[in-house]
T-cell receptor, first 108, second 112 residues
Framework: KNEVEQSPQNLTAQEGEFITINCSYS?????LHWLQQHPGGGIVSLFM???GKKKHGRLIATINIQEKHSSLHITASHPRDSAVYIC??????????FGKGTRLSVIA | DADVTQTPRNRITKTGKRIMLECSQT?????MYWYRQDPGLGLRLIYY???????NKGEISDGYSVSRQAQAKFSLSLESAIPNQTALYFC???????????FGSGTRLTVV
């Protein structure tokens, strides 16, 4: 089974700071998801990537397949970015395996 | 209407009771999943189904059962609820491979 580790577990930032959340996994994958869960529970997919880099607004996700590592960056962070960010990996024909999440709080 | 609908949203039940959580989807996806989320443990897979005739156990299936009544419906049952099944339960769907993962809004279950 793929082991997915996220760091840090908790992160507090001042508004405007550049934020990085890391994800590493133990077994080769074909795709990786970054998801966001706001207080109240709903989970939404932010990115799915299998190589390189993707950008959506102030969010940037990168992946290094050889190093089994991905990062999620948030530029110019804002209090509305406060949420739990979850990394999940896909390999073979099996369901996603999830990390435990990183709880981000952005203070105005 | 939401793409993936879970009912109920919240439920309090007593130890030993049978309870069913329901999930329906309008995405047209073949694949459906049930996860539970506990603080500090992340999302863990209970059961999954890749099509109507396919049911598979996940990593924490003990104490749970499922039924895939149609492509659009996937129900999770707790035959005899116990307090350590208190958790937030999510249904999700996906297309082939890793595409299109869509989550329901979750069911908060409390077993007293």
């Amino acid at each position: 089974k793929n082991e997915v580790e996220q760091s840090p577990q908790n992160l507090t930032a001042q508004e405007g700071e550049f934020i990085t959340i890391n994800c590493s996994y133990s077994v080769g994958i074909s795709a990786l998801h970054w998801l966001q869960q706001h207080p109240g529970g709903g989970i939404v997919s932010l990115f799915m990537l299998s190589s390189g880099k993707k950008k959506h607004g102030r969010l940037i996700a990168t992946i290094n397949i050889q190093e089994k590592h991905s990062s999620l960056h948030i530029t110019a962070s804002h209090p509305r970015d406060s949420a739990v960010y979850i990394c999940a990996v896909y390999s073979g024909n099996t369901p996603l395996v999830f990390g435990k999440g990183t709880r981000l709080s952005v203070i105005a | 209407d939401a793409d993936v609908t879970q009912t109920p949203r919240n439920r309090i039940t007593k130890t030993g009771k049978r309870i069913m959580l329901e999930c329906s989807q309008t995405k047209g996806h073949d694949r459906m999943y049930w996860y539970r989320q506990d603080p500090g443990l992340g999302l863990r897979l209970i059961y999954y189904s890749f099509d109507v005739k396919d049911i598979n156990k996940g990593e924490i299936s003990d104490g749970y059962s499922v039924s895939r009544q149609a492509q659009a419906k996937f129900s999770l049952s707790l035959e005899s609820a116990i307090p350590n099944q208190t958790a937030l339960y999510f249904c999700a769907t996906s297309d082939q491979g890793a595409y299109g993962y869509t989550f329901g809004s979750g069911t908060r279950l409390t077993v007293v």
